[in-house]
């Protein structure tokens, strides 16, 4: 049995907060939770206050849910569960999470870009728990809140770390990084997905560039060969300090280059070099841009001093983070169907790297909501999704949203195209429209809700994983 995360005193001095009530005793911490409905025993419970939620309305749940105390700033009396008060919330949780960072005794990665660094930090810490102890950010939390969950519950004796950081404003990342000082730094690439709060894309891209302020002397930054803004990534990171920069990438100069993707009905094949060495491997994700990502993973495996060949066999059993293009066949309304899920969220970038992923398969059926945080390009952005739709050729399309709904006006006549208020009249079409032999496609942001209909058709999809629908024109997946 692991030893408790945090004891009273240790919270307390991280912290610089005091007992409610010195009468009650103070379990051990494991774990740190913000939501009193994920509350189990021997969680730190944090009253975190803002939006249309104040965590001081439901201490006395986490008390019941078995939470070990609170970290608040307004105590309540009467209440069966010891109190730490601090005069802010999420500056306390910010003051654990550097403290928790402070006495981790193995090695930090640091994760951005406008796309991919979710799946690339799970794959690193899928990767990395074969040779070692592993934390990792869960879900998403790459902002100034779960950037400090993920610090504080990270155990001082374990190997290795991996930190997603993500950003809206400028500065966000700065804050971000030096709280969690990453001695490796990966930056997947910058694309348009930010266009809301961002006047340009240079912009975006001096934003990314912050990660590098935090990044430990002498350290290592993992870069994208490919993206445009290359130059002034290395540049930041030798400024910074950096001891080494790491290529990857669709280029022949990179030091982990791409050479080729396989597709087959389990995921694909991965041609790459190494400095210059050939090297085969498999993934259980389809698509150039996964394999691209590994290549930056694999990176990051040569920086930490581990065995790339022997990572790479772990790759094969890295699972598909869930909406983010697993494949799933069963039947469904008498129908045999393959679902793909890539509805966790929707960027161009993504939405062209999804498609390129099907060139192979194409779908049948598209379920697509628009992408948000476009700002004053949504319009453009959304027009320039037509002409790769237009190339799958799907027999019909089912629209979310009113960016979504204008730009498929303009499919092919021969696609229908289908314009949903909600959801639940997306889920109507797709269910009347469905035929036996279907790939069926879903994709959207994470706001537009494109995931409830993903779980409206699982629930009535018998998954049989023996049913594989042939892949069309299966074979390769040339990267030029």
């Known amino acids: ?229 290359f130059p002034l990534f290395a540049k930041a990171a030798k400024k910074s300090g950096a001891g080494r920069i790491i290529t990857f990438g669709q280029h022949d100069e990179a030091e982990f280059s791409l050479m080729e993707t396989l597709q087959h009905g389990t995921g694909m094949t991965v041609l790459a070099k190494i400095f210059g060495q050939k090297l085969r491997f498999e993934m259980k994700m389809r698509g150039a841009h996964w394999a691209q990502n590994a290549l930056g993973v694999l990176a990051c495996v040569e920086a930490l001093g581990l065995g790339v060949a022997e990572a790479a066999t772990y790759l094969t059993t890295c699972p598909t983070p869930k909406g983010r293009g697993d494949h799933m066949s069963g039947s469904y309304q008498d129908c045999v169907i393959t679902l793909i899920d890539d509805s966790y969220n929707a960027s161009p970038a993504s939405m062209t790297a999804a498609f390129a992923s099907m060139g192979a398969h194409p779908p049948n059926i598209m379920i697509l909501s628009e992408m948000l945080e476009l700002g004053s390009a949504s319009a453009f952005e959304h027009d320039a999704l037509i002409p790769q739709i237009n190339k799958l050729s799907p027999r019909l399309v089912i629209g979310l949203g009113h960016a979504m709904h204008e730009a498929i006006q303009k499919l092919d006549n021969k696609i229908i195209a289908l314009k949903a208020i909600d959801t639940q009249v997306a889920l109507t079409a797709f269910k009347a429209g469905v035929e036996d032999g279907d790939v069926v496609f879903i994709k959207g942001s994470l706001g537009s809700k494109a995931w409830k209909i993903r779980d409206a058709v699982l629930a009535d999809l018998t998954i049989n994983h023996s049913v594989k629908r042939p892949l069309k024109n299966e074979g390769n997946n040339h990267v030029t």
């Open 1 to 229: 049995m692991r030893a408790p995360l945090w004891s009273c005193d240790d919270v307390l001095t991280a912290c610089g907060g005091t007992i409610f009530d010195p009468t009650l005793t103070f379990k051990p911490i494991q774990d740190i939770k913000i939501d009193s409905r994920s509350c189990i025993s021997g969680d730190l419970f944090v009253a975190l206050a803002g939006g249309q939620q104040d965590g001081h309305h439901f201490l006395d749940k986490a008390a019941k849910a078995g939470a070990a105390a609170c970290l608040v700033n307004r105590p309540q009396n009467n209440l069966a569960i010891s109190q730490i008060v601090v005069s802010d919330t999420l500056m306390g949780l910010t003051s654990l999470g550097v403290a928790g960072r402070n006495r981790f005794g193995g090695k930090m990665v640091g994760i951005t870009g406008s796309v991919g660094k979710t799946g690339s930090k799970d794959m690193l810490a899928h990767v990395l728990s074969k040779f070692g102890h592993t934390h990792a950010s869960k879900l998403s939390y790459n902002n100034h809140i779960g950037v400090p969950i993920t610090l504080s519950t990270l155990p001082a004796d374990y190997k290795f770390a991996v930190q997603e950081m993500g950003m809206n404003s400028t500065g966000e990342i700065a804050t971000l990084t030096a709280m969690a000082r990453p001695d490796i730094v990966m930056i997947t690439r910058v694309a348009n997905t930010h266009s809301s709060f961002f006047e340009s894309m240079d912009d975006i891209a001096a934003a990314k560039a912050e990660i590098f302020q935090g990044l430990c002397k002498g350290g290592t930054a993992v870069l994208n060969l490919n993206d445009h803004y």
